[in-house]
Protein backbone atom coordinates (compact mmCIF):
# COMPACT_ATOMS: atom_id res chain seq x y z
CA UNK A 1 0.00 0.00 0.00
CA UNK A 2 2.61 2.73 0.81
CA UNK A 3 4.44 1.63 -2.38
CA UNK A 4 1.56 2.70 -4.28
CA UNK A 5 0.76 5.80 -2.20
CA UNK A 6 4.68 6.81 -3.27
CA UNK A 7 3.99 6.21 -6.79
CA UNK A 8 0.68 7.75 -7.60
CA UNK A 9 1.82 11.29 -5.00
CA UNK A 10 5.51 10.76 -7.24
CA UNK A 11 3.58 10.82 -10.53
CA UNK A 12 1.54 13.71 -9.38
CA UNK A 13 4.43 16.25 -8.09
CA UNK A 14 5.94 14.96 -11.70
CA UNK A 15 3.09 15.78 -13.62
CA UNK A 16 2.28 19.13 -11.34
CA UNK A 17 5.51 20.42 -11.37
CA UNK A 18 6.06 19.91 -15.43
CA UNK A 19 2.79 20.80 -16.65
CA UNK A 20 3.35 24.01 -14.02
CA UNK A 21 6.70 24.86 -15.92
CA UNK A 22 5.23 24.12 -19.69
CA UNK A 23 2.27 26.16 -19.18
CA UNK A 24 4.45 28.99 -17.72
CA UNK A 25 6.81 29.40 -20.29
CA UNK A 26 3.37 30.35 -22.43
CA UNK A 27 2.34 32.59 -20.18
CA UNK A 28 5.83 34.45 -19.45
CA UNK A 29 5.98 34.84 -23.47
CA UNK A 30 2.38 35.89 -24.21
CA UNK A 31 2.33 38.94 -21.22
CA UNK A 32 5.89 40.47 -22.65
CA UNK A 33 4.49 40.67 -26.22
CA UNK A 34 1.57 41.82 -25.09
CA UNK A 35 -1.06 39.30 -25.43
CA UNK A 36 -3.88 39.28 -22.24
CA UNK A 37 -3.95 36.39 -20.11
CA UNK A 38 -7.50 35.48 -18.89
CA UNK A 39 -6.92 32.12 -17.30
CA UNK A 40 -3.53 29.83 -16.32
CA UNK A 41 -4.58 26.95 -15.11
CA UNK A 42 -3.23 23.98 -13.73
CA UNK A 43 -5.40 20.60 -14.14
CA UNK A 44 -8.29 20.59 -16.09
CA UNK A 45 -12.11 20.20 -14.97
CA UNK A 46 -13.75 21.59 -11.57
CA UNK A 47 -12.45 24.21 -10.03
CA UNK A 48 -10.36 23.43 -6.82
CA UNK A 49 -8.78 26.33 -6.12
CA UNK A 50 -8.92 29.92 -8.06
CA UNK A 51 -7.72 33.45 -7.10
CA UNK A 52 -6.53 36.46 -8.89
CA UNK A 53 -4.01 39.24 -8.01
CA UNK A 54 -5.14 43.02 -7.50
CA UNK A 55 -4.44 45.11 -10.70
CA UNK A 56 -3.60 41.50 -12.74
CA UNK A 57 -6.49 40.50 -15.16
CA UNK A 58 -5.32 36.81 -15.23
CA UNK A 59 -7.57 33.98 -12.95
CA UNK A 60 -4.90 31.46 -11.58
CA UNK A 61 -6.58 28.06 -10.80
CA UNK A 62 -6.08 24.64 -9.89
CA UNK A 63 -7.97 22.33 -11.22
CA UNK A 64 -9.51 18.78 -10.03
CA UNK A 65 -7.78 16.25 -12.94
CA UNK A 66 -4.27 17.13 -12.77
CA UNK A 67 -2.93 15.16 -16.02
CA UNK A 68 -2.19 18.46 -17.87
CA UNK A 69 -2.81 22.48 -18.14
CA UNK A 70 -3.70 25.44 -20.00
CA UNK A 71 -3.38 29.21 -20.47
CA UNK A 72 -6.31 30.61 -22.28
CA UNK A 73 -5.58 33.66 -23.35
CA UNK A 74 -7.92 37.00 -25.27
CA UNK A 75 -9.22 35.41 -28.78
CA UNK A 76 -11.63 36.45 -31.25
CA UNK A 77 -12.17 32.80 -31.97
CA UNK A 78 -13.17 31.94 -28.94
CA UNK A 79 -15.76 34.58 -28.10
CA UNK A 80 -15.97 38.19 -28.65
CA UNK A 81 -13.87 40.56 -27.77
CA UNK A 82 -14.01 44.45 -27.16
CA UNK A 83 -12.96 46.96 -29.43
CA UNK A 84 -10.51 48.58 -27.23
CA UNK A 85 -9.21 44.93 -26.35
CA UNK A 86 -8.57 43.79 -29.68
CA UNK A 87 -4.99 44.88 -29.74
CA UNK A 88 -4.27 42.39 -27.34
CA UNK A 89 -5.95 39.31 -28.73
CA UNK A 90 -3.49 36.16 -29.41
CA UNK A 91 -5.08 36.09 -32.82
CA UNK A 92 -4.27 39.81 -33.67
CA UNK A 93 -0.40 39.44 -32.84
CA UNK A 94 1.79 39.57 -35.59
CA UNK A 95 3.01 35.85 -37.17
CA UNK A 96 6.41 36.20 -35.12
CA UNK A 97 4.98 36.25 -31.46
CA UNK A 98 2.36 33.76 -31.88
CA UNK A 99 4.92 31.08 -32.87
CA UNK A 100 6.86 32.42 -29.75
CA UNK A 101 4.12 32.10 -27.59
CA UNK A 102 3.68 28.69 -28.57
CA UNK A 103 6.72 27.75 -29.30
CA UNK A 104 7.29 29.06 -25.51
CA UNK A 105 5.55 26.05 -23.72
CA UNK A 106 8.56 23.39 -25.32
CA UNK A 107 11.51 25.46 -24.75
CA UNK A 108 10.58 26.14 -21.39
CA UNK A 109 10.53 22.31 -20.55
CA UNK A 110 14.05 22.34 -22.05
CA UNK A 111 15.18 24.86 -20.05
CA UNK A 112 14.14 23.08 -16.99
CA UNK A 113 16.22 20.17 -17.88
CA UNK A 114 19.17 22.10 -18.86
CA UNK A 115 18.78 23.90 -15.08
CA UNK A 116 18.57 20.52 -13.20
CA UNK A 117 21.09 18.52 -15.11
CA UNK A 118 23.38 21.79 -14.50
CA UNK A 119 22.77 21.77 -10.80
CA UNK A 120 23.21 18.16 -10.63
CA UNK A 121 26.24 18.44 -12.52
CA UNK A 122 27.72 21.23 -10.10
CA UNK A 123 26.23 19.54 -7.09
CA UNK A 124 27.92 15.62 -7.86
CA UNK A 125 26.65 12.84 -8.91
CA UNK A 126 27.52 8.87 -7.77
CA UNK A 127 27.88 5.99 -10.79
CA UNK A 128 29.64 2.87 -10.85
CA UNK A 129 33.17 2.28 -12.25
CA UNK A 130 33.05 1.95 -15.90
CA UNK A 131 34.54 -1.71 -15.82
CA UNK A 132 33.71 -4.30 -18.40
CA UNK A 133 32.38 -7.41 -17.30
CA UNK A 134 31.97 -10.67 -19.50
CA UNK A 135 31.89 -10.68 -22.53
CA UNK A 136 29.70 -13.49 -24.87
CA UNK A 137 31.45 -15.38 -27.19
CA UNK A 138 30.60 -14.08 -31.00
CA UNK A 139 29.34 -10.92 -29.82
CA UNK A 140 29.77 -7.10 -31.79
CA UNK A 141 31.78 -6.92 -28.69
CA UNK A 142 33.53 -9.16 -28.69
CA UNK A 143 34.61 -9.17 -32.60
CA UNK A 144 35.52 -5.55 -31.88
CA UNK A 145 38.02 -6.99 -29.22
CA UNK A 146 36.49 -6.05 -26.13
CA UNK A 147 37.50 -8.51 -22.57
CA UNK A 148 36.58 -8.90 -18.88
CA UNK A 149 38.25 -5.98 -17.04
CA UNK A 150 38.40 -3.39 -19.41
CA UNK A 151 38.10 0.17 -18.00
CA UNK A 152 36.04 2.59 -20.65
CA UNK A 153 37.62 5.57 -21.07
CA UNK A 154 35.80 7.36 -23.10
CA UNK A 155 33.27 6.72 -26.34
CA UNK A 156 34.08 8.12 -29.96
CA UNK A 157 35.78 11.29 -27.70
CA UNK A 158 33.47 11.30 -25.05
CA UNK A 159 34.56 10.70 -21.78
CA UNK A 160 33.19 8.09 -19.76
CA UNK A 161 33.81 8.11 -15.75
CA UNK A 162 30.71 6.10 -15.20
CA UNK A 163 28.89 2.91 -16.34
CA UNK A 164 25.96 4.81 -17.06
CA UNK A 165 28.08 7.54 -19.25
CA UNK A 166 29.06 4.47 -21.20
CA UNK A 167 25.48 3.53 -21.92
CA UNK A 168 24.59 6.94 -23.09
CA UNK A 169 27.49 7.88 -24.48
CA UNK A 170 27.36 4.60 -27.17
CA UNK A 171 23.51 5.21 -28.16
CA UNK A 172 24.23 9.01 -28.67
CA UNK A 173 27.63 8.12 -30.84
CA UNK A 174 26.60 4.95 -32.36
CA UNK A 175 23.29 6.25 -33.63
CA UNK A 176 24.37 6.21 -37.44
CA UNK A 177 26.50 3.77 -39.50
CA UNK A 178 29.34 4.37 -38.40
CA UNK A 179 31.99 2.61 -37.02
CA UNK A 180 32.48 3.67 -33.05
CA UNK A 181 35.51 3.88 -31.17
CA UNK A 182 35.79 3.29 -27.81
CA UNK A 183 39.26 3.74 -25.90
CA UNK A 184 39.53 1.23 -23.04
CA UNK A 185 42.83 1.07 -20.14
CA UNK A 186 43.53 -2.95 -19.39
CA UNK A 187 44.34 -4.48 -15.88
CA UNK A 188 47.85 -3.83 -17.01
CA UNK A 189 47.75 0.55 -17.22
CA UNK A 190 47.95 -0.15 -21.13
CA UNK A 191 45.68 1.84 -23.16
CA UNK A 192 43.80 0.19 -26.06
CA UNK A 193 41.53 0.88 -29.09
CA UNK A 194 38.15 -1.16 -29.86
CA UNK A 195 36.32 -0.19 -32.56
CA UNK A 196 32.60 -1.47 -32.87
CA UNK A 197 31.08 -1.96 -36.71
CA UNK A 198 28.67 0.73 -37.29
CA UNK A 199 26.63 -1.46 -39.92
CA UNK A 200 26.06 -4.22 -36.94
CA UNK A 201 24.74 -1.13 -34.35
CA UNK A 202 22.56 0.23 -36.90
CA UNK A 203 20.72 -2.91 -36.84
CA UNK A 204 20.03 -3.15 -33.06
CA UNK A 205 17.00 -1.36 -31.65
CA UNK A 206 18.01 1.60 -28.75
CA UNK A 207 17.07 1.27 -25.89
CA UNK A 208 17.62 0.22 -22.39
CA UNK A 209 19.54 -2.95 -23.27
CA UNK A 210 21.60 -1.87 -25.66
CA UNK A 211 24.45 -2.10 -24.56
CA UNK A 212 23.34 -5.71 -23.42
CA UNK A 213 22.64 -6.41 -27.33
CA UNK A 214 26.25 -4.92 -28.31
CA UNK A 215 27.69 -7.74 -25.83
CA UNK A 216 29.07 -5.30 -23.02
CA UNK A 217 27.70 -5.75 -19.46
CA UNK A 218 29.14 -3.79 -16.61
CA UNK A 219 31.57 -5.71 -14.46
CA UNK A 220 29.80 -7.24 -11.33
CA UNK A 221 32.06 -8.53 -8.22
CA UNK A 222 29.71 -11.74 -6.54
CA UNK A 223 26.98 -10.40 -4.31
CA UNK A 224 26.24 -12.85 -1.57
CA UNK A 225 22.66 -14.63 -1.62
CA UNK A 226 20.90 -12.51 1.06
CA UNK A 227 17.55 -10.88 0.68
CA UNK A 228 17.10 -7.34 1.09
CA UNK A 229 13.55 -7.14 -0.04
CA UNK A 230 10.23 -9.22 0.30
CA UNK A 231 7.40 -8.37 -1.90
CA UNK A 232 4.07 -9.05 -0.73
CA UNK A 233 1.68 -11.60 -2.12
CA UNK A 234 4.38 -13.28 -4.02
CA UNK A 235 6.25 -16.40 -3.44
CA UNK A 236 9.06 -15.54 -1.42
CA UNK A 237 6.90 -14.12 1.24
CA UNK A 238 4.17 -16.94 1.04
CA UNK A 239 6.98 -19.60 1.30
CA UNK A 240 8.41 -17.44 4.49
CA UNK A 241 11.44 -15.71 3.23
CA UNK A 242 12.59 -12.55 5.27
CA UNK A 243 14.59 -9.70 5.25
CA UNK A 244 18.31 -10.94 5.69
CA UNK A 245 17.71 -14.32 4.80
CA UNK A 246 20.53 -15.88 3.37
CA UNK A 247 20.08 -18.72 1.20
CA UNK A 248 22.79 -21.53 1.78
CA UNK A 249 20.72 -24.41 -0.94
CA UNK A 250 18.71 -25.09 -3.43
CA UNK A 251 17.48 -28.79 -4.42
CA UNK A 252 20.67 -30.16 -2.38
CA UNK A 253 22.64 -27.68 -4.67
CA UNK A 254 25.11 -24.76 -2.91
CA UNK A 255 24.72 -21.24 -3.80
CA UNK A 256 27.46 -19.16 -3.31
CA UNK A 257 26.08 -15.73 -4.90
CA UNK A 258 22.96 -13.69 -5.82
CA UNK A 259 23.41 -14.59 -9.48
CA UNK A 260 23.19 -18.48 -9.17
CA UNK A 261 20.20 -17.87 -6.93
CA UNK A 262 18.47 -15.94 -9.72
CA UNK A 263 19.47 -18.67 -12.56
CA UNK A 264 18.17 -21.42 -9.97
CA UNK A 265 14.86 -19.14 -9.80
CA UNK A 266 14.13 -18.33 -13.26
CA UNK A 267 14.80 -22.11 -14.65
CA UNK A 268 12.08 -23.35 -12.04
CA UNK A 269 9.18 -21.60 -13.40
CA UNK A 270 6.18 -23.45 -11.35
CA UNK A 271 8.38 -26.24 -9.77
CA UNK A 272 8.70 -26.59 -6.25
CA UNK A 273 12.14 -26.11 -4.95
CA UNK A 274 13.59 -26.67 -1.47
CA UNK A 275 15.50 -23.59 0.13
CA UNK A 276 17.87 -24.28 2.82
CA UNK A 277 18.92 -21.08 4.42
CA UNK A 278 20.56 -19.19 7.06
CA UNK A 279 18.40 -17.20 9.66
CA UNK A 280 20.19 -15.42 12.66
CA UNK A 281 22.76 -18.47 13.06
CA UNK A 282 19.73 -20.95 12.66
CA UNK A 283 19.62 -23.23 9.40
CA UNK A 284 15.71 -23.59 8.24
CA UNK A 285 14.41 -25.60 5.17
CA UNK A 286 11.50 -23.80 3.18
CA UNK A 287 9.55 -24.90 0.30
CA UNK A 288 8.92 -22.09 -2.65
CA UNK A 289 7.24 -22.10 -5.25
CA UNK A 290 8.12 -19.64 -8.14
CA UNK A 291 5.63 -17.99 -10.36
CA UNK A 292 5.32 -18.18 -14.20
CA UNK A 293 6.14 -15.04 -16.28
CA UNK A 294 6.78 -13.74 -19.82
CA UNK A 295 10.23 -12.34 -20.10
CA UNK A 296 11.59 -11.67 -23.41
CA UNK A 297 9.36 -14.40 -25.08
CA UNK A 298 10.37 -16.99 -22.44
CA UNK A 299 8.95 -18.28 -19.32
CA UNK A 300 10.57 -17.82 -16.13
CA UNK A 301 10.34 -18.09 -12.81
CA UNK A 302 10.14 -15.20 -10.27
CA UNK A 303 9.57 -15.32 -6.72
CA UNK A 304 9.38 -11.54 -5.84
CA UNK A 305 12.40 -10.93 -3.65
CA UNK A 306 15.06 -8.12 -4.00
CA UNK A 307 18.80 -8.70 -3.65
CA UNK A 308 20.45 -7.00 -0.29
CA UNK A 309 23.88 -5.50 -1.35
CA UNK A 310 26.85 -5.23 1.10
CA UNK A 311 27.74 -1.38 2.03
CA UNK A 312 31.49 -2.26 1.21
CA UNK A 313 30.65 -3.52 -2.47
CA UNK A 314 28.98 -0.66 -3.16
CA UNK A 315 31.74 1.38 -1.72
CA UNK A 316 34.02 -0.47 -4.09
CA UNK A 317 32.34 0.15 -7.36
CA UNK A 318 31.02 3.52 -6.68
CA UNK A 319 33.02 6.75 -8.42
CA UNK A 320 32.19 10.38 -7.38
CA UNK A 321 31.91 12.75 -10.89
CA UNK A 322 31.68 17.01 -10.35
CA UNK A 323 31.92 19.17 -12.74
CA UNK A 324 32.80 23.25 -12.55
CA UNK A 325 29.84 25.86 -13.49
CA UNK A 326 31.66 25.81 -17.48
CA UNK A 327 31.59 21.95 -17.75
CA UNK A 328 28.30 21.28 -16.25
CA UNK A 329 26.94 23.69 -18.63
CA UNK A 330 28.61 22.13 -21.79
CA UNK A 331 27.35 18.53 -20.28
CA UNK A 332 23.92 19.67 -19.45
CA UNK A 333 23.53 20.85 -22.62
CA UNK A 334 24.74 17.73 -24.38
CA UNK A 335 22.61 15.59 -22.17
CA UNK A 336 19.11 17.33 -23.55
CA UNK A 337 20.48 17.26 -26.80
CA UNK A 338 21.16 13.44 -26.51
CA UNK A 339 17.72 12.59 -24.88
CA UNK A 340 16.18 14.52 -27.93
CA UNK A 341 18.42 12.73 -30.60
CA UNK A 342 17.65 9.34 -29.13
CA UNK A 343 14.02 10.00 -28.01
CA UNK A 344 13.64 11.15 -32.41
CA UNK A 345 15.51 8.07 -33.31
CA UNK A 346 13.04 5.26 -30.72
CA UNK A 347 9.79 7.15 -32.17
CA UNK A 348 11.17 6.86 -36.23
CA UNK A 349 12.01 3.14 -35.56
CA UNK A 350 8.85 2.64 -33.85
CA UNK A 351 7.09 4.06 -36.98
CA UNK A 352 8.79 1.61 -39.49
CA UNK A 353 8.69 -1.00 -37.12
CA UNK A 354 12.24 -1.32 -36.27
CA UNK A 355 11.91 -0.60 -32.71
CA UNK A 356 9.43 -2.35 -29.69
CA UNK A 357 6.39 -0.62 -29.04
CA UNK A 358 7.92 -1.23 -25.30
CA UNK A 359 9.76 1.85 -25.56
CA UNK A 360 5.96 4.07 -25.07
CA UNK A 361 4.61 4.58 -22.02
CA UNK A 362 1.26 5.87 -20.03
CA UNK A 363 0.44 7.17 -17.14
CA UNK A 364 0.74 3.79 -15.57
CA UNK A 365 4.23 3.72 -16.36
CA UNK A 366 5.20 7.04 -15.45
CA UNK A 367 3.89 6.61 -12.31
CA UNK A 368 5.76 3.15 -11.86
CA UNK A 369 9.17 4.87 -12.86
CA UNK A 370 8.33 7.98 -10.82
CA UNK A 371 7.70 5.88 -7.58
CA UNK A 372 10.83 3.58 -8.59
CA UNK A 373 13.21 6.70 -8.48
CA UNK A 374 11.79 8.34 -5.96
CA UNK A 375 12.16 5.65 -3.30
CA UNK A 376 16.41 6.19 -4.71
CA UNK A 377 16.30 9.75 -3.31
CA UNK A 378 15.43 13.36 -4.15
CA UNK A 379 18.81 12.88 -7.00
CA UNK A 380 16.94 10.24 -8.88
CA UNK A 381 13.76 11.47 -8.55
CA UNK A 382 15.03 15.18 -9.84
CA UNK A 383 16.88 13.31 -12.60
CA UNK A 384 14.10 11.74 -13.68
CA UNK A 385 12.03 15.36 -14.26
CA UNK A 386 14.67 16.14 -16.11
CA UNK A 387 14.51 13.25 -18.57
CA UNK A 388 10.17 13.79 -18.50
CA UNK A 389 10.60 17.28 -19.08
CA UNK A 390 12.71 16.48 -22.44
CA UNK A 391 10.07 13.85 -23.09
CA UNK A 392 7.37 16.03 -22.64
CA UNK A 393 8.58 19.28 -24.78
CA UNK A 394 9.69 17.12 -27.44
CA UNK A 395 6.51 15.04 -28.16
CA UNK A 396 4.56 18.77 -27.88
CA UNK A 397 6.74 19.66 -31.05
CA UNK A 398 5.23 16.95 -33.02
CA UNK A 399 3.58 18.47 -35.88
CA UNK A 400 0.25 17.14 -34.52
CA UNK A 401 -2.45 19.32 -34.56
CA UNK A 402 -3.74 20.14 -31.13
CA UNK A 403 0.19 19.89 -29.63
CA UNK A 404 1.88 22.79 -29.70
CA UNK A 405 4.25 21.67 -33.09
CA UNK A 406 0.60 21.40 -34.96
CA UNK A 407 -0.39 25.18 -34.22
CA UNK A 408 3.58 25.86 -35.21
CA UNK A 409 3.18 23.97 -38.60
CA UNK A 410 0.00 26.10 -39.38
CA UNK A 411 1.87 29.10 -38.35
CA UNK A 412 5.20 27.97 -40.77
CA UNK A 413 2.33 27.04 -43.68
CA UNK A 414 0.46 31.06 -42.84
CA UNK A 415 3.95 32.14 -43.41
CA UNK A 416 4.86 30.07 -46.78
CA UNK A 417 1.26 31.24 -48.76
CA UNK A 418 0.99 34.95 -46.84
CA UNK A 419 -2.58 34.09 -44.87
CA UNK A 420 -4.25 31.78 -41.93
CA UNK A 421 -5.32 28.23 -43.37
CA UNK A 422 -9.57 28.53 -43.05
CA UNK A 423 -11.21 27.54 -39.68
CA UNK A 424 -12.52 24.48 -41.48
CA UNK A 425 -9.62 23.38 -42.30
CA UNK A 426 -7.68 23.45 -39.02
CA UNK A 427 -10.75 22.23 -36.59
CA UNK A 428 -10.47 19.04 -39.41
CA UNK A 429 -6.55 19.00 -38.48
CA UNK A 430 -7.70 19.25 -34.98
CA UNK A 431 -10.12 16.56 -35.25
CA UNK A 432 -7.33 14.15 -37.01
CA UNK A 433 -5.13 15.35 -33.98
CA UNK A 434 -7.29 14.40 -31.35
CA UNK A 435 -8.30 10.56 -32.43
CA UNK A 436 -3.95 10.34 -33.08
CA UNK A 437 -3.18 11.03 -29.63
CA UNK A 438 -6.27 9.20 -28.29
CA UNK A 439 -4.87 5.82 -30.23
CA UNK A 440 -1.10 6.57 -29.19
CA UNK A 441 -2.53 7.08 -25.35
CA UNK A 442 -4.52 3.57 -25.30
CA UNK A 443 -1.29 1.76 -27.03
CA UNK A 444 0.68 3.09 -24.25
CA UNK A 445 -1.85 1.90 -21.92
CA UNK A 446 -2.32 -1.41 -24.07
CA UNK A 447 1.84 -1.79 -23.39
CA UNK A 448 1.92 -0.85 -19.66
CA UNK A 449 -0.96 -3.14 -18.66
CA UNK A 450 0.55 -6.03 -20.51
CA UNK A 451 3.55 -5.58 -18.85
CA UNK A 452 2.15 -5.57 -15.54
CA UNK A 453 0.27 -8.84 -16.38
CA UNK A 454 3.96 -10.14 -17.30
Excluded: C
Amino acid sequence: MLELLLKIGAFLVAIIVLVTVHEFGHFWVARRVGVKVLRFSIGFGRPLLSWRRRGDPTEYMIAAIPLGGYVKMLDEREEPVADAELKWAFNRQSLWKRSAIVAAGPAANFLFALVIYWLLLMAGQSGLKPEVGEVPQASIAAEAGFQSGDMVLDVGGRATPTWGDVWMATLAEGMGDDDLSIRVRRPDGSEQERVLDGNLLAELEPGRGFLEAIGLQRASPPVPPVIGEVLDGKPASAAGLETGDRVLRIDGVEIDDWQQLVSAIQSSPGKELELVIDRDGTQRTLVIQPETVEADGERVGRIGAGVRYPDELWAEQEVWVRYGPLEAAVEATRRVIDVSLLTLQIVGKMLIGAASVDNISSPIGIADTAGQTASYGLASFVQFLALLSVSLGLINLFPIPVLDGGHLLYFAIEGVIGRPLSEAVQQQGQRVGIVLLISLMTLAFYVDIARLLG
